[in-house]
């Protein structure tokens, strides 16, 4: 089973960049699913972006500011973030599905914070 931990959460102020980083302890070469989600206070899990074979996808809330993006041979996938609004805030959390039968695995999160 893979197992995925984020870095690069921290406190920014809005219209600031932070750059989230994911790092399995396996090859995501050839995972089918590879996500990341959101989580604020009082709210559930949200998906935010995605990279499947058939290519990425994003929330409609985060489209034109973040860039989902993977490096197969550093078995790392990132979330770059541009234009952070104080919306963004909660914990994000780094998702991997090795197949469709499979259970799909997460990181721990970290908090990002964007004030206003």
């Known amino acids: 089973q893979v197992q995925l931990a984020e870095s690069g959460g921290g406190l920014v102020q809005a219209g600031g960049s932070l750059r989230l980083s994911c790092l399995a302890s396996?090859?995501?070469?050839?995972?089918?699913?590879m996500g990341w989600y959101r989580q604020a206070p009082g709210k559930q899990r949200e998906p935010v972006a995605s990279i499947t074979g058939g290519g990425t996808d994003y929330a409609d809330s985060v489209k034109g500011r973040f860039t989902m993006s993977k490096d197969n041979a550093k078995n790392t996938v990132y979330l770059q973030m541009d234009s952070l609004k104080p919306e963004d805030t909660g914990v994000y959390f780094c998702?991997?599905?090795?197949?469709?039968?499979?259970?799909?695995?997460w990181g721990q999160g970290t908090q990002v914070t964007v004030s206003s």
């Open positions: 998702s991997a599905l090795a197949t469709p039968a499979t259970t799909r695995r």
């Open positions: 396996k090859s995501i070469l050839s995972i089918y699913h």
